[in-house]
């Protein structure tokens, strides 16, 4: 018997006012089956139901989320409808896309212990499971560190951790890497590999970013969004996977077959493909030179400067960004990328240093409403901007206080993710779906200075592209749009510019040929494939084979 089944299961969820069942499911006569040791990667569009998925395998659907379940969902021979998710501590861990929410405890090792104290394990068991972890996760140094001190890729090492001291046989994993820099999102891939080659730990993951996760899966499940799910072998999925990361969809473009799922292996198959002649070493200064972009002044910064206590974020950093550009900013987690944003929207610290929007003003010296319509910055956290009761009031009050047309705001939303109610309760919607409902809301006044910090956290493929061009769009009105983001392949196809930033301090910046390519961490896999060559995007491979 597999370690999980599930047969012919369906979920169907109540309405939180009349408890009627939807008409729809979410998920509808699934049935599959995980083996032990399987590394098994979860993928579908934003609120398909992979969250559903999961929440089977560690009971919390429906004992925490509610709904009927019918079918069987067996975990270790366990029937999930009469366990809860506290009888199953001792064979499934789950992990949720923030680490930090999850914490109890202040420190490292106390979070490791803090299971296995719940469990009444002795003593002398828990301090040598504890010490294991630490080894096996890379983390021995950071024991006694505070977690909220911790970077985000160490904050989900130690999530992980916290849950692999009970010794369970699954591990959920949900959008492990979403808030990661590249280099952080592989030490955590590395140690979940690590867990299931060596110690023969299941691992069941769902992640939007395909591109960093497919290459070391064993199956892939994907939920359709219509209810349905399949579950086969990474290459059969991927042959005509709606989702699919840009080696896949490159592939595709250039008849690989069978199609590769590793940087290695693509580059290996690329040897049996011609590539136009223009793709020549020679002519890789030209396109990496880029197009010049200047233009009238949207924002500038002049020595700028951000502590916090002692702690220096952003660093004497003086900066420039023009109306009708795309500009992204890129680096590692802690690198000052958030704290530059607030400090140029005016709402966060600024220690010293002046900053000047295109008429000269100081967005700091505008009462809040101006400062929104001058400079508006959308947040890592941007379920917080959204206080309604409905989808649907939040939409009709972003028009109201933008000045735009009923139903800007909603047809927005509708561009990113389509299909979502507008009756829906906000906290109802998934963490992609909330994001882009708060994109939409800030974005309908169409002020002249947009900032967005991570934007594609919990967005598919599709909201991305949506996204993409919703934002190449506002730069062609004229409007400045500065990013910050860990994701490689967004990056890659909307910047105009690339900005570096560590330790508070910008150390690179140029166009966006010339700066991913250079960087092996910020490098998008089409770039990784076709180097020497300098093209960056699957749509720029397409364009030259057009040409």
């Known amino acids: 018997m597999s370690l999980v089944e599930l047969r012919d299961v369906t979920v169907t969820y109540g309405d939180a006012i009349s408890g009627e069942l939807a008409a729809t499911p979410t998920l509808r006569d699934v049935n599959l089956g995980i083996e032990e040791g399987e590394l098994v990667l979860v993928i579908g569009p934003t609120g398909s139901g992979k969250s559903t998925l999961l929440g089977l395998l560690g009971a919390q659907v429906p004992h925490f989320t509610g709904g009927q379940v019918d079918g069987t969902v067996l975990v270790d021979g366990r029937d999930l409808r009469e366990h809860r998710p506290r009888d199953l501590s001792d064979i499934v861990g789950v992990v949720g896309q923030n680490p930090l929410a999850g914490f109890v405890t202040d420190t490292v090792e106390e979070e490791l212990a803090y299971a296995m104290e719940q469990m009444g394990l002795p003593p002398a068991v828990m301090r040598k499971r504890v010490e ?86 064993d ?67 030209a396109v990496l030179a880029g197009p010049s972009v200047t233009g009238p002044r949207a924002i500038e910064a ?36 958030s704290s530059l944003l607030w400090a140029l929207q005016g709402s966060g610290v600024r220690t010293s240093g002046d900053v000047r929007t295109g008429d000269g003003t100081d967005p700091a010296d505008l009462p809040p409403p101006e400062r929104r319509r001058a400079v508006t910055l959308v947040p890592q956290s941007a379920g917080d901007l959204l206080y309604l009761e409905t989808v649907d009031q939040e939409c009709a009050q972003s028009d109201e206080e933008s000045g735009a047309a009923p139903g800007t705001c909603a047809a927005l939303l509708e561009q ?127 364009e030259a084979l057009d040409g």
């Open 416 to 542: 990113m993710v389509p299909g979502i109610d507008p009756q829906t309760h906000p906290r109802d919607l998934s963490e992609g779906q909330r994001l882009a409902l708060v994109l939409a809301v800030q974005l309908t006044g169409e002020p002249p200075v947009v900032m967005l910090d991570e934007p594609t956290r919990g967005l598919d493929y599709a909201a991305k592209d949506s996204l993409r061009a919703e934002v190449r769009r506002m730069a062609a009105a004229g409007q400045c749009v500065i990013i910050s983001t860990h994701d490689v392949e967004f990056a890659a196809g909307v910047a105009d510019r690339v900005l570096v930033m560590a330790e508070g301090e910008i150390v690179a910046d140029g166009p966006r040929h010339e700066i991913l390519v250079s960087s092996p961490a910020f490098a998008p896999q089409v770039g990784k494939i076709l180097a020497p060559a300098p093209w960056l995007t699957v749509d720029e491979v397409r």
């Open 302 to 337: 002049k020595g700028l400067i951000v502590r916090y206590g002692e702690v220096t974020a952003v660093s004497d950093v003086s900066v420039r960004f023009e109306a009708g550009t795309v500009s992204v900013i890129m680096g590692r987690n802690g690198s000052g990328k």
């Open 132 to 217: 294991e972890t630490l080894d096996l996760l890379g983390i021995a140094e950071l024991r006694h560190a505070n977690l909220r001190d911790l970077s985000g890729g160490q904050q989900q090492r130690v999530a992980i951790g916290s849950v692999l001291t009970a010794h369970p046989r699954l591990l959920v994993l949900d959008e492990p890497t979403s808030a990661l820099d590249p280099t952080g999102a592989e030490d955590v891939l590395a140690a979940i590999s690590r867990l299931v080659h060596d110690l023969g730990v299941t691992v069941v993951v769902a992640e939007h970013r395909i591109e960093r996760v497919i290459h070391l899966a």
């Open 219 to 285: 199956s892939i499940i994907e939920v359709t969004g219509d209810g349905t799910v399949r579950h086969d072998d990474p290459a059969r999925i991927m042959a005509d996977a709606a989702i699919a990361p840009p080696i896949v969809h490159l592939s595709r473009l250039l008849g690989l077959d069978p199609v590769p799922l590793s940087i290695r292996d693509a580059r290996r198959a690329m040897r049996r493909v011609p590539l136009p002649a223009h793709a020549s070493v020679a002519d890789r200064g």
